[in-house]
């Protein structure tokens, strides 16, 4: 993560590694993120801004876009100018609060989704291994909803999009895995039942078609094609 500054506090601005631009007359500062300082920043928000704003921060954190830094910034630096800095999300007229609105509109949006179009697969392992191709880092949002509906199971979620996933074991807490390699192999060798359970749900799947009735426009509309590739019910 990099900070520029020119001195006033209008002007300061977050730039996340690998997406910075250098601009002329500008001071850059690199940072390392730590557990600490994401902790006291954390605190910070929730006891300054308050719990409604925070999730709209963490969502905006999350979407995969490069001024996500400079808007979450200048949402908090917003937020000291008003006298009720718990109100700041109510401020849509802020470009920056309009910005941490939007991102964390989206990114709630696409975790919903993923909710309902996720599908586990059972190993030979027996373990649940399930496949996404997100655009915004949503496993942080999916794994305390699948963690809560399925607490006896060993599953596993994979972001094939950001190569990072979560893991959860049978009674315990999720965790979530960076930069780890995944056994590519291990993840496509699935169970016997799992085949004949595959099997019959697409023949399920494709037995209540009415052809006469298929509208591909229509269907596009309420499941998107990004979200079919990792569906069962679309598998050859």
Known sequence: MHGRQRGEEDTCGIALRGTLEQQLF???????????KAVVVEAMIQKHLGMPAYWDIYHAALAADAGKGDAILGTMLAARRIKESRRIMEHLSHPAVEKVFELSRTVGGEAHAFKGFLRFRELVNGVLFAEITPKNHVLTCLAPHFADRLPRENWMIYDNAHKTFVVHEAGKKWVLGLNEQLNIEMIHNISDREREYARLWQGFFRT???????????????????????MVEFKQ
């Open 26 to 36: 500008c001071e850059y500062v690199e940072t390392k993120e730590t557990e600490h």
């Open 208 to 230: 209540i078609s009415i052809q006469s009735r298929e509208s591909r426009s229509r269907q596009l509309q309420h499941l998107p094609l990004r979200f079919q590739k990792n």
